[in-house]
């Protein structure tokens, strides 16, 4: 199916997979009460470890499906129209990320509040499609090595030196730019490191886009992504000690004492291995939707949970206060909601944009008929005064 379509349906799965742990992460995490978060208890500890694979893993695949999309067109270079497409997609993601960020009753008070510049998923993700773009261009007259190189290789250095620039706090810059970078104001994503992610996705898009028509490509990238992915999880520790014992580098140490960024690289990989092993048996159409819908889902999971605009969502009124057995129930309906809520929307999208074009052109309409009709009675209302006072035109 796959092969026949040129589309990789287990991507698919695997975006729509991280979009409902994302759901039930945020719900459980905004709402559970703190007495029940305990590390010690298996299943809560369970539940954290795979709470902090859905970040990675939604960011390698946004940079996998855009970088996918991007080279499989004939042209190349700026004659590529997925870079237009690409680059106003970036934008779109960053306007909606404010504006989900936006309190309408503060911006009627003439507030902007702080909360506005803070920096999200879908400012570090447009911001990745740019950089992505970014990379394509300097490439495209080069050797076909050198894109999947140079990804490959900036989720390296991001990586690598995390524990330097971690500890800058960028002071000197305005807070709505510092926040793209530091998370000290209380932004939840930076596209520092977070740009590795989506870079490295988009490596092992070439890849696949590459070698797509081989028929051992799926055997062979399950067990390279299975082994690398279990090696980055188990030994890049180790590893990155031995060559600070070898070489007497402190980053390398410091890479040990918080090395979460290799080892979620490992989970991504392990997550890939299980979705491309299973790919035959998830093509379901309705999961399958749910994966293609990730920006309504986001969007309305953010307006009910958060409080987009007004301010009142589940936070406002549940926050940390909720038993586990609420917290469970609460956040398969929350899932089921959203859902089915943005594939509503998917379904009747046409419709819907259509009917707003159509009042947006009724609303120019009547709002010409009335400037016309008001011109009109002006320059009567001139004639007629003109006349009384006994004034020429000219």
């Known amino acids: 199916m796959e092969q026949k379509t040129n589309r990789l349906y287990f991507i698919d799965a695997m975006r729509a997979w991280a979009i409902l742990m994302m759901l039930q992460g945020h719900f459980v995490d905004g709402l559970l009460d703190p007495v029940y978060r305990?590390?010690?208890?298996?299943?809560?500890?369970?539940?954290?470890?795979?709470?902090?694979?859905?970040?990675?893993?939604?960011?390698?695949?946004?940079?996998?499906?855009?970088?996918?999309?991007l080279i499989r067109v004939p042209q190349t270079g700026l004659d590529n129209?997925?870079?237009?497409?690409?680059?106003?997609?970036?934008?779109?993601?960053?306007?909606?990320?404010?504006?989900?960020?936006?309190?309408l009753f503060g911006l009627f008070e003439g507030k902007l509040y702080s909360a506005f510049f803070l920096v999200d998923v879908l400012h570090c993700i447009g911001i990745s499609i740019m950089v992505?773009?970014?990379?394509?261009?300097?490439?495209?007259?080069?050797?076909?090595?050198?894109?999947?190189?140079?990804?490959?290789?900036?989720?390296?250095?991001?990586?690598?030196?995390?524990?330097?620039y971690s500890t800058w706090t960028f002071t000197a810059w305005p807070e709505a730019?510092?926040?793209?970078?530091?998370?000290?104001?209380g932004s939840v994503f930076t596209i520092i490191p977070w740009v590795g992610y989506t870079a490295l996705g988009g490596f092992l898009a070439v890849l696949f886009k590459r070698y797509l028509p081989n028929k051992n490509l799926y055997p062979s990238a399950i067990w390279l992504s299975l082994?690398?992915?279990?090696?980055?999880?188990?030994?890049?520790s180790p590893f990155f000690y031995s060559l600070y014992e070898l070489s007497g580098i402190a980053l390398f140490k410091d890479i040990v004492a918080n090395n979460y960024l290799f080892i979620?690289?490992?989970?991504?990989?392990?997550?890939f291995a299980v979705f491309m092993l299973l790919r035959k048996l998830i093509i379901r159409p309705t999961f399958l939707r749910i994966g293609q819908n990730t920006l309504s889902i986001y969007v309305i999971h953010f307006v009910i949970l958060y409080g987009s605009f007004t301010g009142l969502g589940l936070y406002r009124f549940f926050d940390h206060s909720i038993s586990p057995v609420m917290a469970i129930s609460g956040a398969i309906a929350f899932m089921a909601v959203c859902s089915y809520a943005a594939l509503t929307y998917d379904k009747h999208e046409a419709f819907i944009k259509g009917q707003i074009q159509?009042?947006?052109?009724?609303?120019?309409?009547?709002?010409?008929?009335?400037?016309?009709?008001?011109?009109?009675?002006?320059?009567?209302?001139?004639?007629?005064?003109?006349?009384?006072?006994?004034?020429?035109?000219g």
């Open 264 to 271: 979620r690289l490992g989970d991504v990989l392990i997550v």
């Open 81 to 103: 129209p997925r870079i237009k497409k690409g680059l106003k997609r970036g934008l779109q993601l960053l306007l909606i990320g404010y504006l989900l960020r936006l309190n």
């Open 227 to 236: 082994i690398l992915g279990l090696s980055l999880v188990y030994f890049s």
């Open 358 to 393: 159509s009042l947006q052109k009724s609303g120019l309409a009547l709002f010409m008929r009335a400037y016309y009709a008001v011109s009109e009675l002006l320059i009567i209302l001139q004639d007629r005064l003109l006349r009384f006072f006994n004034i020429s035109k």
């Open 177 to 185: 730019i510092a926040n793209y970078f530091t998370r000290s104001n």
């Open 38 to 69: 305990d590390p010690g208890n298996g299943f809560y500890s369970l539940w954290l470890y795979f709470r902090g694979i859905t970040a990675p893993v939604f960011f390698t695949v946004s940079g996998f499906i855009f970088t996918y999309l």
């Open 132 to 164: 992505i773009i970014a990379v394509y261009l300097l490439t495209a007259g080069l050797k076909k090595w050198v894109l999947p190189f140079s990804l490959v290789g900036l989720t390296l250095v991001l990586f690598l030196f995390e524990p330097l």
